[in-house]
């Protein structure tokens, strides 16, 4: 039974760091790419980043790219966000995925697993 659990959120201030982290069991973790999406309130979720099997290639959304780094440990079945230069609008509930797939990622048909979430909170 693949699970994923999602770390690291908190409530920040405006210009500060987060670290998000996405322990994965129970999958041939390096055999999935990985996707973070996050949903604020009273809006649709929405990509972030994606990073492929390796961790040699990655693709954010244009909202976050330059400020957000999505990177992953196949020793530890582990992917990170890494948010810096937070702004309020990066305020949402987080989430990372696994697909099988290395194509369409922006969209979350090609997933096949989530992790229940973890809230960001970006104060003024």
């Known amino acids: 039974q693949v699970q994923l659990v999602e770390s690291g959120g908190g409530l920040v201030q405006a210009g500060g760091s987060l670290r998000l982290s996405c322990a994965a069991s129970g999958l041939t973790f390096r055999s999935y790419t990985m996707g973070w999406f996050r949903q604020a309130p009273g809006k649709q979720r929405e990509f972030v980043a994606h990073?492929?099997?390796?961790?040699?290639?990655?693709y954010y959304a244009d909202s976050v790219k330059g400020r957000f780094t999505i990177s992953r440990d196949n020793a530890k079945n582990t992917v990170y966000l890494q948010m810096d230069s937070l702004k309020t609008e990066d305020t949402a509930v987080y989430y990372c995925?696994?697909?099988?797939?290395?194509?369409?990622?922006?969209?979350?048909?090609?997933?096949?697993?989530w992790g229940p979430g973890t809230q960001v909170t970006v104060s003024s």
């Open positions: 990073i492929n099997y390796s961790g040699d290639t990655t």
């Open positions: 995925a696994a697909s099988m797939y290395n194509s369409g990622y922006v969209r979350e048909q090609v997933y096949q697993s």
